[in-house]
């Protein structure tokens, strides 16, 4: 079982003016959600570790969670209301985002919910706002202190600054994570934030000497790099037709996990023993699944089928 730790939120999207406003498509998202569901749809065993609202919108995520086959076992309920993210596409498809999302159940993660925590958990993921905001943050960090030891951390910081707007708050988390942090992925957008002028080795080589196994870095058009103790790997992106990167992201990072669990390797013993050519294998399989994403509309991931 993977879990899957953060938030479930609505990605509303604009789908053109009315007479009087817009017409609004609202879509089950949020960077978490998706990397669960991504995992399901790539066979894996899965669970969701959030809550999630009782109100109308809670239970349009919890039936979308439960058609997947995610694991809502560690899905907590409350009467908060849920997350709303604005998505503007720009013209390449790029989205930007505006989140309505103070006092949402998504950031009152009680610690309580981990009592239901399955067993035979063998990796965790963490990453986005959850990880910055509210009670939900302070719940992950006692997980990862409770869990990092004996179970592989995967850590994507997903930069929100529209939620968390000081730099200080992520810069503080990545470094608080880096040691307790076996798989760091990150994209190239968001370490310029966090390291202004720094080289993506440098960076790769810092959280490898904090207690990173593996350093991934996505690039967008230009592709992947990765980084092990011993080989530095670079993957060339897979061209296609773009409608928009909506869970690009999340997309790679569920592959990568997918890869790595089909691999016997969802460890942290595992990632240090992987040589160039399996971490280029991880690499394009992650790249494909994402590619599958950019060629539709919104975060819909690929299915297992979907990748030779």
Not at 62 to 87: C, F, H, K, N, Y
Not at 95 to 116: I, N
Not at 121 to 142: D, E, K, L, P
Not at 238 to 266: H, N, P, S
Request: aromatic fraction near 6%; charged fraction near 20%.
């Amino acid at each position: 079982m993977i879990v899957v730790c953060g938030e479930a939120l609505f990605d509303v999207f604009a789908n053109g003016e009315t007479a009087t406003g817009l017409n609004l498509d609202a879509r089950v998202g949020g960077s978490p959600f998706n990397v669960a569901v991504g995992l399901a749809r790539l066979a894996q065993p899965v669970c969701l570790l959030t809550q999630i609202s009782r109100g109308f919108l809670g239970e349009r995520l919890m039936r979308a969670l439960q058609a997947e086959g995610v694991d809502t076992r560690t899905v907590q309920r409350s009467d908060a209301p849920t997350t709303l993210s604005l998505v503007g596409l720009d013209a390449q498809g790029v989205p930007s985002y505006a989140f309505y999302g103070d006092g949402c159940a998504d950031r009152l993660l009680t610690p309580d919910a981990l009592a239901q925590l399955p067993a035979g958990v063998r990796a965790i993921n963490f990453g986005s706002y959850a990880t910055v905001t509210g009670a939900t943050a302070a719940t992950q960090r006692a997980l990862v202190e409770s869990a990092h030891a004996h179970t592989l951390i995967a850590y994507d910081p997903n930069i929100r600054l529209n939620v968390e707007p000081e730099l200080a708050v992520w810069q503080a988390q990545i470094e608080w994570m880096l040691p307790r942090t076996h798989l760091f992925k990150s994209s190239e957008e968001d370490l310029g934030l966090v390291y202004p002028g720094r080289s993506l080795a440098s960076v790769a080589e810092e959280a490898l000497a904090r207690g990173a196994a593996l350093v991934v870095v996505t690039r967008g058009g230009e592709g992947a790099m990765a980084w092990t103790a011993r080989d530095q790997v670079q993957t060339p992106p897979v061209k296609v037709e773009v409608i928009d990167t909506v869970g690009a992201g999340d997309t790679f990072q569920a592959a990568m996990l997918t890869w790595l669990a089909e691999q016997g390797a969802l460890s942290a013993a595992a990632l240090r023993s992987l040589d160039a050519a399996q971490v280029r294998d991880l690499l394009g399989f992650a790249t494909r699944a994402a590619a599958i994403t950019c060629s539709r509309r919104g975060a819909d991931l690929p299915r297992r089928a979907e990748l030779v």
